[in-house]
């Protein structure tokens, strides 16, 4: 198998991958009927939602609207020579990989185990015997889902608050 790949040599090089992508993200671009601001940035969705869909380990965050805001009255402007290498600087520039955050992370780690005793010590409480009929595989990610949203929600709640 080694000697096998060894012939296969390295593949394409970064800037002529980059290039087809764009070259194939930039026809799909194209193919919109772009009339406005709200086409247009429906365009650059519809773009993300099919990288973040194509790529299913990543996930890359969507530009804010001040900046497709910004690119597309640049884009409005210019010339179609210069559309195609506007909308390849604007992707190169604003394309972003999705960090989770520490808060994230640490609770989807400790959910599902304090869920199990959160479960085990209400199955012993008289009131709470209703959780017995609950199966595991449903109760555990149940709490996890909700602990994830509770986090998110609370987190953007907080830095809008600050940020105000």
Not at 33 to 56: G, M, Q, R
């Amino acid at each position: 198998m080694g000697l096998f790949m060894s012939f296969m040599g390295k593949g394409l090089p970064t800037t002529q991958m980059m290039s087809l992508v764009m070259g194939t993200l930039h026809k799909q671009f194209i193919q919109k009927d772009i009339e406005n601001l709200e086409d247009f940035h429906k365009a650059i969705l519809d773009i993300f939602s099919t990288v973040n869909a194509a790529l299913p380990g990543k996930h890359y965050d969507l530009p804010p609207l001040k900046e497709v805001q910004a690119c597309y009255e640049e884009w409005k402007s210019a010339d179609e020579s210069k559309k195609k290498q506007l909308f390849i600087d604007f992707m190169k520039k604003e394309v972003s990989l999705s960090k989770l955050d520490d808060s994230t992370l640490i609770t989807g780690l400790v959910t599902p185990p304090a869920a199990m005793v959160a479960k085990k010590a209400g199955e012993r409480v008289p009131q709470l015997s209703l959780i017995k009929a609950i199966p595991d595989v449903v109760f555990v990610p149940s709490a996890t889902i909700l602990a994830l949203v509770t986090v998110k929600l609370s987190r953007n709640f907080f830095l809008e608050k600050i940020a105000a």
